[in-house]
């Protein structure tokens, strides 16, 4: 039989020491996790927004984060990270502690992003993050400047069928609501047209309304006043009966391209993986706290945003399936990033 060498013994004891030493550790971060996740929240809390300011998610984060901060006691900071259609917003927040003070405001692209650039996302929107709660839907409008030659969207499609590439859109970014959306109206018109990406809603309808690009699908979010003071006509609508704000606009089913209310843009909030179950059960009722408020709820109505709340788990499950569906459009319509 062979012994330790006197090295060897001081080795061993150093390693039964820095074992011990672990295992107390180990015995007490729970402990000192859940008193944190108790205190919650006790400083404010960063609310991510993947696009730029004055856009539809940059509104309405505006809007519920004012008052999800009033109900946890601390206030919700809106930070903005435009690009990669909501990509760099997404990952900031992949990336940081699971301790509830770093949350997203996340659209379509949380889904949509990974499946159409699988080389160059790198996380998985349902494993990667912990769901909070669903809190909207935006139905989009199809605009144009107003000084655009299109009376309706047939004329549109028309210029677009006889001159392939000539008609532009601008969208949020590849993979965006209005990307996707445009994308579909071209596999059901059987047209080809020139998509051009911006770096959030806003700085796209900017161009729409310059007449520099010929149309976009927009969310209805904050379009009412720019409608009305005659720096956009709307030339169609995406809900399943026509809006109440645009009683003489058709709907898209109405034109014939049926099934676009089932495309409207999704508005959540989600946190890093592992987010502690009492932290989230405290954003959800703050979020729970702040959609039961009757201006909050005029506030979105008048906006164009259809309350549509979920629950953490509801809107777990939701997310699931709203991926297989986004998957299922993107084969069929053979969309790609660009």
Same mark, same amino acid.
């Given at each position: 039989?062979?012994?330790?060498?006197?090295?060897?013994?001081?080795?061993?004891?150093? $390693?039964? #020491?820095?074992?011990?030493?672990?295992?107390?550790?180990?015995?007490?971060?729970?402990?000192?996790?859940?008193?944190?996740?108790?205190?919650?929240?006790?400083?404010?809390?960063?609310?991510?927004?993947?696009?730029?300011? %004055? %856009?539809? /998610?940059? #509104?309405?984060?505006?809007?519920?984060?004012?008052?999800?901060?009033?109900?946890?006691?601390?206030?919700?900071?809106?930070? =903005?990270?435009?690009?990669?259609?909501? =990509?760099? %917003?997404?990952?900031?927040?992949?990336?940081?502690?699971?301790?509830?003070?770093?949350?997203?405001?996340?659209?379509?692209?949380?889904?949509?992003?990974?499946?159409?650039?699988? =080389?160059?996302?790198?996380?998985?929107?349902?494993?990667?993050?912990?769901?909070?709660?669903?809190?909207?839907?935006?139905?989009?409008?199809?605009?144009?400047?107003?000084?655009?030659?299109?009376?309706?969207?047939?004329?549109?499609?028309?210029?677009?069928? $006889?001159?392939?590439?000539?008609?532009?859109? !601008?969208?949020?970014?590849?993979?965006?609501?209005?990307?996707?959306?445009?994308?579909?109206?071209?596999?059901?018109?059987?047209?080809?047209? =020139?998509?051009?990406?911006?770096?959030?809603? !806003?700085?796209?309808?900017?161009?729409?309304?310059?007449?520099?690009?010929?149309?976009?699908?927009?969310?209805? #979010?904050?379009?009412?006043?720019?409608?009305?003071?005659?720096?956009?006509?709307?030339?169609?609508?995406?809900?399943?009966?026509?809006?109440?704000?645009?009683? *003489?606009?058709?709907? /898209?089913?109405?034109?014939?391209?049926?099934?676009?209310?089932?495309?409207?843009?999704? #508005?959540?909030?989600?946190?890093?993986?592992?987010?502690?179950? *009492?932290?989230?059960?405290?954003?959800?009722?703050?979020?729970?706290?702040?959609?039961?408020?009757?201006?909050?709820?005029?506030?979105?109505?008048?906006? !164009?945003?259809?309350?549509?709340?979920?629950?953490?788990?509801?809107?777990?499950?939701?997310?699931?399936? *709203?991926?297989?569906?986004?998957?299922?459009?993107?084969?069929?319509?053979?969309?790609?990033?660009?």
């Amino acid at each position: 039989m062979t012994f330790p060498t006197p090295s060897r013994r001081r080795f061993v004891r150093l $390693s039964a #020491i820095c074992a011990f030493g672990l295992a107390g550790l180990a015995a007490t971060a729970a402990p000192v996790w859940a008193q944190d996740a108790a205190k919650y929240p006790e400083r404010p809390v960063r609310l991510v927004v993947g696009y730029a300011p %004055g %856009g539809p /998610t940059d #509104i309405l984060a505006r809007v519920i984060g004012q008052e999800m901060g009033d109900a946890l006691g601390q206030p919700l900071v809106i930070e =903005n990270k435009p690009g990669a259609n909501g =990509n760099i %917003g997404t990952e900031t927040v992949q990336r940081a502690a699971p301790d509830g003070y770093s949350i997203l405001m996340n659209t379509i692209s949380h889904n949509v992003n990974p499946l159409l650039q699988p =080389n160059l996302v790198r996380y998985d929107p349902i494993k990667d993050f912990t769901p909070i709660a669903q809190v909207a839907v935006l139905p989009q409008v199809i605009v144009v400047g107003p000084a655009s030659a299109y009376k309706d969207l047939g004329e549109l499609l028309a210029k677009a069928k $006889s001159n392939p590439g000539e008609v532009s859109f !601008g969208s949020a970014g590849n993979g965006g609501s209005a990307h996707l959306a445009a994308a579909l109206l071209q596999q059901r018109s059987g047209t080809q047209m =020139n998509h051009i990406p911006f770096r959030g809603n !806003g700085p796209a309808l900017t161009e729409v309304i310059a007449g520099r690009v010929d149309f976009m699908f927009y969310p209805m #979010i904050g379009l009412n006043e720019l409608v009305t003071g005659g720096k956009l006509r709307v030339l169609a609508v995406t809900t399943a009966e026509r809006m109440p704000e645009y009683p *003489d606009v058709p709907t /898209t089913s109405e034109l014939g391209f049926t099934g676009f209310e089932d495309y409207a843009q999704p #508005i959540g909030f989600i946190g890093p993986a592992g987010l502690p179950k *009492d932290v989230t059960s405290k954003l959800q009722a703050s979020i729970e706290s702040a959609l039961d408020k009757s201006e909050v709820q005029s506030r979105l109505k008048s906006l !164009g945003a259809e309350l549509t709340f979920r629950s953490a788990e509801d809107y777990t499950t939701w997310l699931t399936q *709203d991926r297989e569906r986004w998957a299922d459009l993107i084969k069929s319509a053979d969309i790609r990033a660009e």
